[in-house]
């Protein structure tokens, strides 16, 4: 089945406690992205790859990293969580070619950080 | 600065009833407006898309209309159903090779279908 699978789901930590989400697709797709979601502020993007080792910053770049170090994978590091950092955290893959844009998301990650 | 504003924040429908949501962008680089649907729990999924080279796109009962000179377009949900019930995001981006990921989103769209 094509899709995309974030871990973990659900998560609970505390202000400065370095932590990754991960991201993986199994669609084979050159581009990938991380999107944060906030009531009242839809979705941004944080960091978009257009292939292994190409990353670009998105619009809310501050506070996170990413990188591609392979095809398939896209985790996002939060080296010094805050809470302003607690969101609704949500990776897509996508392929531009024959007329297609459509971005696949994942299932979301919950980050509260106290 | 919010590039694509979106409204209404939320909307209640009745069952049969037609639901309108409306955006509107800034930036007139975009080229590809695509039009994402979010039920609890799940991630957004691509609805329906266009390019500002057609002026209406339809796909079942979701049709997209587009005003290039206003910058703006809409999403209508005819025959609305609770189904439907969900929050829709629109978004913008431009297709230069690359581009089209850059997505840029709108705030959403609350949709409650009641019967």
């Known amino acids: 089945e094509a899709q995309v699978t974030q871990n973990p789901r659900y998560l609970i930590t505390v202000t400065g406690k370095k932590l990754t989400v991960t991201c993986s697709q199994n669609m084979n797709h050159e581009y990938m992205s991380w999107y944060r979601q906030d009531p009242g502020l839809g979705l941004r993007q944080i960091y978009y790859s257009m292939n292994v080792e190409v990353t670009d910053k998105g619009d809310v770049p501050e506070g996170y990293k990413v990188s591609r170090k392979e095809k398939r994978n896209f985790p996002l590091i939060l080296e010094s969580p805050s809470p302003n950092q607690t969101s609704l955290y949500f990776c897509a893959s996508s392929f531009e070619g024959t007329g297609s844009y459509e971005q696949y998301f994942g299932p979301g990650t919950r980050l509260t950080v106290t | 600065q919010q590039q694509v504003k979106q409204s209404p924040q939320s909307l209640i429908v009745q069952k049969g009833g037609i639901s309108i949501i409306n955006c509107a962008y800034e930036?007139?680089?975009?080229?590809?407006f695509p039009w994402y649907q979010q039920f609890p729990g799940k991630g957004p999924a691509l609805l329906i898309a266009?390019?500002?080279?057609?002026s209406e796109k339809k796909e079942g009962r979701f049709t997209i209309s587009f005003n290039k000179s206003a910058k703006q377009f809409s999403l209508h949900i005819m025959d609305s159903q609770p189904g439907d019930s969900a929050t829709y995001f629109c978004a913008a981006s431009m297709l230069f090779p690359g581009t089209a990921s850059k997505l840029t989103f709108g705030t959403g769209t609350r949709l409650q279908v009641t019967l």
């Open positions: 930036n007139t680089a975009f080229d590809y």
């Open positions: 266009i390019r500002p080279d057609v």
